[in-house]
């Protein structure tokens, strides 16, 4: 009787709420970016999610995510003897976005304590598109640390406004704006 009405009832565990800090992987032998956390720091985020798990192995969210500096344009000018000089052009102001994630577990949710490890596929869309143009995808892998409590790292590929002007400034003939983002964080189970 106990486990009909359980799952008559709204499942908390089901709900987790995560929170990352991510940077956009480039060569940074180029550029030099200033000292701050997210100020002066166009390649970093951070974000904050709550999630569903829906069934075994889906889960759904909302994310908001926090930019401190925008690259806004860049350029270049030849020094002479086959050098040149680069930059881009960073205006510092915070940006919350927001977006929509779907996600695809390869451990099913029944088994996500026994484990202690789980990959996910997922595939996010960025409204405000403070960070990326609009849809992004990677993997992320979650280590458990207790039943409540996960270590999470992200590895995303997607059109990201920082990653999308260095590719232009290192080589304007790229037409392909795909680039990679770096995330780690922690995830709390309801």
């Not at 806004?72 to 205006?91: A, C, D, H, R, Y």
């Amino acid at each position: 009787m106990g486990n009909m009405a359980m799952a008559q009832g709204f499942d908390w565990h089901r709900i987790n709420i995560a929170v990352d800090a991510s940077t956009q992987l480039t060569a940074t032998s180029v550029l030099q970016l200033g000292s701050g956390v997210l100020t002066n720091r166009p390649n970093r985020s951070v974000s904050l999610a709550v999630n569903y798990r829906l069934w075994q192995h889906w889960e759904v969210g909302l994310y908001a995510n926090l930019v401190g500096a925008n690259a806004m344009s860049s350029g270049g000018q030849e020094i002479g003897n086959g050098q040149s000089l680069q930059w881009i052009f960073v205006t510092n102001g915070y940006e919350v976005g927001w977006g929509v994630t779907a996600q695809f577990h390869i451990i099913p949710y029944r088994f996500r304590h026994e484990m202690g490890l789980d990959m996910t596929l997922r595939l996010g869309f960025d409204f405000g598109e403070a960070e990326a143009d609009n849809f992004w995808g990677g993997l992320r892998y979650t280590y458990s640390l207790s039943r409540h409590v996960a270590l999470s790292a992200s590895f995303d590929f997607g059109s990201f406004y920082f990653g999308r002007t260095y590719n232009r400034l290192i080589d304007p003939d790229w037409s392909l704006d795909l680039n990679t983002r770096f995330s780690f964080g922690v995830q709390v189970e309801l």
